[in-house]
C-alpha cells in the first residue's frame, strides 16, 4: 500500500535530481528498500511522507555524486524575477510543462528538488526542512535563487515569451 501510494512522486523527485530514467528507477527501488529496513526507526509522531521522501532525496543526490562529482557555481543574479510569471505564458499547458521540465532539468539537484518540493508536491517549508535538513532561513534563501536560476533558464529556452512578460 505504501509502495503503491508513493512511488509515483518518489519517482519525480528521484528524476528530478538525476534526469535520468532508469537511475531514477533504480533511486526508487533502492529507497523503498531503505525504508523498508528503517521502518523501526521511524519516529511515528513525524510525517511519514518527509521521513520516506528525505530517503528518496539522500539516495538519488548520493547516487548523483557517485555517477558526475561536477557542482555548478553559485552566482548571485542581478533583479527579481518571478516565478509566478510562468503561467501567464502564453503557451499551451503542455508545452508549459515541457519547457518547466526541461528548465529543471538544468538546475542543480538540490534546486530542482526544492521547486519540485515546494510548487509541485505543496510542502511547506517546514516539511522541506524535514526532508532536507537544511536550516528554514536557508531553504528560503536557496528557494529564492533557485527560482532565480529557473527563470533564467525559461528566459533563455522561451527568449520573446518572457521578456515580454518581464
Keep these: 500500500m505504501l509502495i503503491e501510494r508513493h512511488k509515483g512522486y518518489a519517482f519525480t523527485l528521484a528524476f528530478r535530481i538525476l534526469c535520468n530514467r532508469e537511475e531514477a528507477e533504480e533511486v526508487c527501488h533502492d529507497a523503498f528498500l531503505k525504508a523498508l529496513k528503517s521502518l523501526n526507526?521511524?519516529?511515528?509522531?513525524?510525517?511519514?511522507?518527509?521521513?520516506?521522501?528525505?530517503?528518496?532525496?539522500?539516495?538519488?543526490?548520493?547516487?548523483?555524486?557517485?555517477?558526475?562529482?561536477?557542482?555548478?557555481?553559485?552566482?548571485?543574479?542581478?533583479?527579481?524575477?518571478?516565478?509566478?510569471?510562468?503561467?501567464?505564458?502564453?503557451?499551451?499547458?503542455?508545452?508549459?510543462?515541457?519547457?518547466?521540465?526541461?528548465?529543471?532539468?538544468?538546475?542543480?539537484?538540490?534546486?530542482?528538488?526544492?521547486?519540485?518540493?515546494?510548487?509541485?508536491?505543496?510542502?511547506?517549508?517546514?516539511?522541506?526542512?524535514?526532508?532536507?535538513?537544511?536550516?528554514?532561513?536557508?531553504?528560503k534563501v536557496k528557494m529564492f535563487r533557485a527560482r532565480k536560476r529557473l527563470a533564467e533558464h525559461l528566459s533563455l529556452a522561451l527568449k520573446e515569451e518572457v521578456s515580454t512578460l518581464l
Aim: overall charge negative; hydrophobic content about 40%; cysteine-free.
Design 41 to 139: 526507526n521511524y519516529r511515528y509522531d513525524a510525517k511519514f511522507t518527509t521521513w520516506f521522501y528525505r530517503i528518496v532525496v539522500n539516495t538519488a543526490i548520493s547516487r548523483k555524486r557517485k555517477v558526475k562529482v561536477y557542482m555548478e557555481d553559485i552566482n548571485e543574479i542581478q533583479g527579481d524575477v518571478s516565478f509566478a510569471t510562468i503561467d501567464r505564458l502564453p503557451i499551451a499547458n503542455e508545452e508549459r510543462s515541457r519547457y518547466i521540465g526541461h528548465a529543471l532539468s538544468q538546475l542543480n539537484e538540490i534546486d530542482a528538488t526544492l521547486i519540485t518540493l515546494y510548487y509541485f508536491k505543496e510542502m511547506s517549508v517546514d516539511e522541506i526542512v524535514g526532508i532536507t535538513g537544511f536550516d528554514k532561513n536557508n531553504i
